[in-house]
Nanobody, 127 residues
C-alpha cells in the first residue's frame, strides 16, 4: 500500500513537499515515481527515481523546480516542489514498480506501466 500526503493550498511561488510511504510491502529495490492529474485532463508523468542507475527523471514542465528523492529506511519517496505555478494544480499520486522490478526506460511516463499506485493528494496553487 502506498500512502501519499503533503498536499494543500498554496500561492504561486510557494513550496510544498509531498511524501509517499509504502506499507505492507517493500518497494526499496524498485522504481518509484510521481504523476499528477489536473481537472479534466489525463494523468501525466511528473518525475521518477530509477533504482538501477540511481537517477532521477523529470518532465519538462517541472524540471528545475521539483526534486524527487527517497529514503529507503523509511520506505518513503518525496517530491519537493518549489516555485509552484497555477498550472501545477492537480491531484498528485505516487507509483511504484514493485520490489526488485524496473519500469522500462521508454515507458517511464506511461501510467499503465506502473503496477502499484497510492491514493492522490491534492495540490492547489491559487492566488
Amino acid at each position: 500500500q502506498l500512502q501519499a500526503s503533503g498536499g494543500g493550498l498554496v500561492q504561486p511561488g510557494d513550496s510544498l513537499r509531498l511524501s509517499c510511504t509504502a506499507s505492507g510491502r517493500t518497494f526499496s529495490r524498485g522504481d518509484m515515481g510521481w504523476f499528477r492529474q489536473a481537472p479534466g485532463e489525463e494523468r501525466a508523468w511528473v518525475a521518477n527515481f530509477r533504482r538501477n542507475n540511481g537517477r532521477a527523471y523529470y518532465s519538462d514542465s517541472v524540471k528545475g523546480r521539483f526534486t524527487i528523492s527517497r529514503d529507503d529506511a523509511k520506505n518513503t519517496v518525496y517530491l519537493e516542489m518549489n516555485n509552484l505555478k497555477l498550472e501545477d494544480t492537480a491531484v498528485y499520486s505516487c507509483a511504484a514498480s514493485g520490489e526488485g522490478r524496473q519500469i522500462i526506460l521508454s515507458q517511464m511516463s506511461n501510467p499503465r506501466a506502473w503496477p502499484f499506485w497510492g491514493q492522490g493528494t491534492l495540490v492547489t496553487v491559487s492566488s
